[in-house]
């Protein structure tokens, strides 16, 4: 099993540019969520899906979509890049939601110029 | 509003020494509790879970006070490899719709 994966592991973008940032699980998961990290900053959730064709807003959604079209894959789309989103962002998946052990891809650094 | 909160370190120890970090959370009608390792620049990995009776893996004490909303993580004989960031992380409404929480993370480095 691959577990979660992510790419691209790099990215640099300019101010209003828009991007796909990719994540898929092998793992037959249900539940995946995208996440942000900042520096001094906990983890942040900006989208999650429960399962293929629901998703929903986490706590910071502004400037992301996200679609989830099959239980492998759950994109992460920024609509025009700010510099604000400057940040490593991970991807997980548990089996059975938030009381479960969630397991993180290696996470995309994101750098908006 | 913070409501996952942890000393943030850095806590420097010599090998072999034991080592607790505390971590309070703010939403009393949470039902899930784990602790996270990050290494530098790399995913967090689900170090425990932590329950009501408190629970115990090898060198590793997690501890759960409800009434006071703190919960605790003990690491005995601290070995070099547990230089990591270790993240306390709270189910903040319950059940598998809303939000994981999370700590901004405790630092360790365990020196030789």
């Known amino acids: 099993n691959a577990g979660v994966t992510q790419t691209p592991k790099f990215q640099v973008l300019k101010t209003g540019q828009s991007m796909t940032l990719q994540c898929a699980q092998d793992?037959?998961?249900?539940?995946m969520s995208w996440y942000r990290q900042d520096p001094g900053m906990g983890l942040r959730l900006i989208h999650y899906?429960?399962?293929?064709?629901?998703?929903d807003q986490g706590e910071v959604p502004n400037g992301y979509n996200v679609s989830r079209s099959t239980t492998e894959d759950f994109p992460l789309r920024l609509l025009s890049a700010a510099p604000s989103q400057t940040s490593v962002y991970f991807c997980a998946s548990s089996y059975g939601g938030l009381d479960n052990e969630q397991f993180f891809g290696p996470g995309t650094r994101l750098t908006v110029l | 509003r913070k409501e996952v909160e942890q000393d943030p370190g850095p806590f420097n120890v010599p090998e072999g020494a034991t080592v607790a970090f505390n971590c309070t959370y703010s939403n009393s009608a949470s039902q899930s509790f784990f602790w996270y390792r990050q290494d530098c620049r790399k995913e967090p990995k689900l170090l425990m879970s932590?329950?009501?009776s408190g629970n115990e893996d090898g060198r590793f004490t997690a501890q759960l006070n409800r009434a006071s909303q703190y919960i605790s993580l003990l690491i005995r004989d601290s070995k070099l490899s547990d230089s990591a960031t270790y993240l306390c992380v709270v189910n903040g409404y319950g059940g598998s719709q809303g939000n994981l929480i999370f700590g901004k993370g405790t630092k360790l480095s365990v020196k030789p």
């Open positions: 932590v329950y009501s």
């Open positions: 793992m037959n998961h249900e539940y």
């Open positions: 899906s429960v399962g293929a064709g629901i998703t």
